[in-house]
């Protein structure tokens, strides 16, 4: 299978401030990622689409301004958390679609982030 | 996306076979049943999928009624380490790239 590996595992922010999450694929180029959300005890929920070299397209819902996406190279895409508030605090996920034969029917997920913010 | 029901939660012994049941009556011809699993606090992990015969890898086997609106997902011999919620997604396959819808899923709980 294909690796996507996310970094940092667990962060804790203060109100007000920024944070980035980091989504990379090890082995394989990613020219879509997805960030999902999850709330305790709940599914995930997709946030946004994340396509290499154009703007993210976000869920209905999700403020674009606030989680800001950059997709810049086919293997990170980043997820800024900006302004972050308690009520930011989530788990906090990203996946990636591998094109090679044999993979592109699966999404392959990184091992998540738990954002706590103060 | 065709819409899935899943029991909450069901309890295996370990070393038993933990059958999880998954219905998708509305699933179109062209959409695929796909599992996975999401260990506490961890990302997803991908199973198996199928789209109307029977499939068998490593990890499980998926089982899917010939009318394709229900599915069955089968760890051989679970272990305790098999203990996760577990996702039945159905989804049409785009090769630009797709995301896929969660439920709630099936709490699985393998004892000792």
């Known amino acids: 299978g294909a690796v996507v590996s996310q970094h940092p595992s667990w962060v804790i922010c203060k109100s007000g401030t920024s944070v980035k999450i980091e989504c990379r694929s090890l082995?394989?180029?990613?020219?879509?990622m997805f960030w999902y959300r999850q709330f305790p005890k709940q599914s995930l929920m997709l946030m946004a689409t994340?396509?290499?070299?154009?703007?993210?397209?976000?869920e209905q819902g999700v403020e674009k301004d606030k989680f800001l996406i950059n997709h810049a190279s086919l293997t990170l895409s980043t997820l800024t958390v900006t302004s972050a508030h308690p009520e930011d605090s989530s788990f906090y996920i990203c996946?990636?679609?591998?094109?090679?034969?044999?993979?592109?029917?699966?999404?392959?997920f990184g091992s998540g982030t738990q954002l706590s913010v103060l | 996306d065709a819409k899935t029901t899943q029991p909450p939660s069901m309890d295996c012994a370990e070393g038993r076979a933990a059958n999880l049941p998954c219905n998708h009556s509305?699933?179109?011809?062209?959409?695929?049943v796909y599992w996975y699993r999401q260990i506490h606090s961890q990302g997803p992990q991908y199973i198996i999928h199928?789209?109307?015969n029977n499939e068998t890898n490593e990890m499980a086997s998926l089982i899917i009624t010939e009318d394709r609106k229900s599915s069955t997902l089968i760890l051989p011999h679970a272990t305790l380490r098999d203990t996760a919620v577990y996702y039945c997604?159905?989804?049409?396959?785009?090769?630009?790239?797709?995301?896929?819808?969660f439920g709630k899923g099936t709490s699985l709980l393998v004892t000792p």
């Open positions: 996946s990636a679609s591998d094109r090679r034969q044999g993979n592109f029917e699966k999404l392959f």
């Open positions: 082995d394989f180029q990613a020219t879509t």
């Open positions: 994340s396509n290499e070299g154009s703007k993210a397209t976000y």
């Open positions: 509305t699933i179109s011809g062209n959409e695929y």
């Open positions: 199928g789209l109307k």
């Open positions: 997604i159905v989804r049409a396959i785009s090769n630009s790239g797709y995301a896929l819808n």
